[in-house]
């Protein structure tokens, strides 16, 4: 089944967000997506479908603006724009005080695992430091090398009960000194994680190449992951 759910951003934009459930879901997935990721939204469920046995509703937001709406503070080495890093906090409002009441209501009051790709998981990271309403993240190449993300990741631990995060092992090998960074960043966050959550309710996992490939399947692998918990 699929259904649309007019959402208000921060700044008063309608937002859509389009919503495919099973008949009777066990589990609610929200993630975050930009235009070529919805694209391959259908392979992506196709994927989960494959790797997990749990029925399931999924929550797509669509995102316009990834470094205003995801970045959870200003990073000049990503968006030099002042704007950038502003609307985060209002787009998790939103999807605590529109989006999870409507699903919660329509579906009962399931877990929740909040998930994306590249800025999309770190926002989902970032959110679970910041909500109690995720039980789950899937983190798929988060761009945990943004600055100050590891003093910021020491000092407020997830709210969420498990979290699986993945980086292409290509990632690092770039002349870029910030994104260089990345592959250092996720273990040392992954080691914080296990001491917060147990290396049961955790994991890293590494794929073959580069940011810019596998969305599909790399983000279905990390959903099904936490699913399956």
Same mark, same amino acid.
């Given at each position: 089944?699929?259904?649309?759910?007019?959402? *208000?951003?921060?700044?008063?934009?309608?937002?859509?967000?389009?919503?495919?459930?099973?008949?009777?879901?066990?589990?609610?997935?929200?993630?975050?997506?930009?235009?070529?990721?919805?694209? !391959?939204?259908?392979?992506?469920?196709?994927?989960?479908?494959?790797?997990?046995?749990?029925?399931?509703?999924?929550?797509?937001?669509?995102?316009?603006?990834?470094?205003?709406?995801?970045?959870?503070?200003?990073?000049?080495?990503?968006?030099?724009?002042?704007?950038?890093?502003? !609307?985060?906090?209002?787009?998790?409002?939103?999807?605590?005080?529109?989006?999870?009441?409507?699903? *919660?209501?329509?579906?009962?009051?399931?877990?929740?695992?909040?998930?994306?790709?590249?800025?999309?998981?770190?926002?989902?990271?970032?959110?679970?430091?910041?909500?109690? %309403?995720?039980?789950?993240?899937?983190?798929?190449?988060?761009?945990?090398?943004?600055?100050?993300?590891?003093?910021?990741?020491?000092?407020?631990?997830?709210?969420?009960?498990?979290?699986?995060?993945?980086?292409?092992?290509?990632?690092?090998?770039?002349?870029?000194?910030?994104?260089?960074?990345? %592959?250092?960043?996720?273990?040392?966050?992954?080691?914080?994680?296990?001491?917060?959550?147990?290396?049961?309710?955790?994991?890293?996992?590494?794929?073959?190449?580069? *940011?810019?490939?596998?969305?599909?399947?790399?983000? %279905?692998?990390?959903?099904?992951?936490?699913?399956?918990?």
């Amino acid at each position: 089944m699929t259904n649309k759910i007019l959402l *208000h951003t921060p700044t008063g934009e309608e937002r859509e967000c389009i919503v495919l459930s099973d008949e009777i879901p066990q589990l609610i997935l929200i993630q975050l997506v930009e235009r070529k990721e919805v694209a !391959l939204l259908d392979d992506e469920i196709d994927l989960i479908r494959k790797a997990t046995k749990k029925s399931f509703a999924i929550a797509n937001i669509k995102i316009v603006d990834w470094c205003k709406e995801l970045m959870p503070w200003n990073d000049e080495a990503v968006d030099k724009r002042p704007e950038s890093g502003t !609307l985060a906090e209002g787009i998790l409002t939103m999807i605590e005080q529109q989006l999870l009441p409507i699903l *919660h209501e329509k579906y009962g009051n399931l877990p929740c695992i909040i998930g994306g790709y590249s800025l999309g998981g770190l926002f989902a990271l970032w959110a679970s430091t910041q909500s109690t %309403a995720f039980n789950g993240v899937a983190a798929a190449s988060p761009s945990v090398w943004i600055k100050n993300w590891m003093e910021y990741a020491s000092n407020h631990p997830v709210k969420a009960q498990s979290i699986y995060m993945s980086l292409g092992d290509k990632e690092d090998n770039t002349k870029n000194k910030y994104i260089k960074q990345v %592959a250092n960043n996720i273990r040392a966050y992954n080691q914080m994680l296990i001491k917060q959550l147990s290396a049961d309710n955790t994991i890293l996992e590494w794929n073959a190449g580069n *940011h810019f490939q596998d969305f599909a399947q790399r983000t %279905a692998k990390a959903y099904a992951w936490v699913m399956n918990r």
